[in-house]
């Protein structure tokens, strides 16, 4: 009789599973959406087409010149340094175990697909009426595994590699990040050794004039009001060199906080010459965009948002879970047998939403909400960086044409001091604010130049940004 009833137990439990295999194959027909791979929703948006076909125009990277930040930056120098912070910086070393934490939970997500297994041994004993103490024991080994039927772990798995994939972006973001620091930091640097070295330079020149000027005095040549605004002048002078020494030290202190060391001081170039690299003379072509990490990690949070609608709507739809247990017991019921016996089980449960259909549908509607939202984070994004690539390209033109008419001007300027200084000791009709005027003038043209060079490096830094920040 028990073993008929297994039979009628073990026919039942197929005609279950059976039903239910159908129930979710008419399910999957109605639902095939949430098996979708995610792609760029070009009918959505103009930006996005624009992007999708410079994607599909991109040739080989090989070809293109996806210039490194070796290729922008060629001071050996700063090269030295940027090596050091890339080392060292602890910002791109919490991005790189971002980017380990998002592995991790890819293997998890991947990892889901296999059945779980537990051991779960228990025992206990008890006595009733001063009866003997009967031990009972299980040993059981319990397996369950839930078929993915309606895609819910595998939306999970996809969301979690697009999220490891934004993470390697967010890392290669902060490298570029920490790249334009340094080269920002170093080139500043650079500026502020050349204002002093030119203001220590003015500052003896007009220390010769203040000595000059006694001497004329003293020949009867001039009055004691040209010496005394001589002096003053070089007094001027002599204050700005402090401030200087002060932003030089700051600057060292924060150069010294990239590369993660104690402060010290950093040696620099004394060679300005640099120059945007021949390939991106005439322009950067819009696919350079889908290099830029910034712009990748944007795509890869829409990618994410995608899968965590996707796992909102397969809530809707319900999950099938087979579980086994097996192990070794000598309990039977309410019966204590020594020796035991082997016993196994096999169950199956299909878990449908109801009462919870009005949380999912929130939880759907909160998932297309997130999912808007980051793809108007990457429309933005991708405009952003069209217009930084533009900005860059232009103002690198045109800090070198203002350099060349300030260097003109610094020329000039120069036969200008020389030829009012010359005036001043030969013709009594000059006056020395004549002599003031020009030497003022110069240092502030020189200034310029010295300010115009900064300009351009930073311009330098921003077409590296624009690029994408190498490989």
Known sequence: MGLNNNKFDF?????????????????AFTSCHIYKKYELPTNESPIVEDFSKALEARVDSTSLPYLGWKEIFTDPILQRYISMALENNKDLDNARLNVDIAAAQLKGAKLSYFP?????????????????????YTIPLAVQWEIDVFAKILNKKRGAKANLEMMEDYRQAVQSQIVCGVANTYY??????????????????????????ELLKTAGRTNEAAVVQSRANYYNIMSTIPVLENSINQLQNTLSLLLNVYPQ????????????PDELVNGIPISYLATRPDVRALERALATAYYATNSARSNFYPGLVISAQGGFTNLLGSIIKNPG????????????PIFSRGQNIATLEAA?????????????????????????????????SQYEYLNNQVEQLEKAVEYTNELFMYNPTTTYLEVLTARSSLLSAQLSCIANWHERAAALISIYQAVGGGR
């Not at 020149?205 to 000027?213: A, L």
């Not at 001081?265 to 945007?276: M, Q």
């Open 11 to 27: 026919r039942l439990m197929k005609k279950i599973l059976g039903y239910s295999v159908a129930a979710f194959i008419a399910f």
């Open 116 to 136: 779980s297994v537990s051991l779960n041994p228990n025992g206990g004993t008890a006595s009733y009426g001063g009866s003997h103490m009967n031990w009972s």
């Open 188 to 213: 500043s640097l650079v500026m502020l050794h050349q204002q002093l070295s030119l203001t220590k330079s003015t500052s003896e020149i007009w220390k010769e004039q203040v000595e000059s000027m």
């Open 265 to 276: 001081e950093w040696e620099v170039s004394e060679d300005l010459s640099f120059r945007i």
């Open 341 to 352: 016996e082997w016993f196994i089980t096999l169950a199956g449960s299909l878990a449908a």
């Open 368 to 400: 297309k909400a997130q999912q808007k939202q980051a793809l108007n984070n990457f429309e933005y994004g991708v405009l952003t960086a069209s217009a930084d690539v533009s900005d860059a390209l232009v103002a690198y033109n045109k800090y070198g």
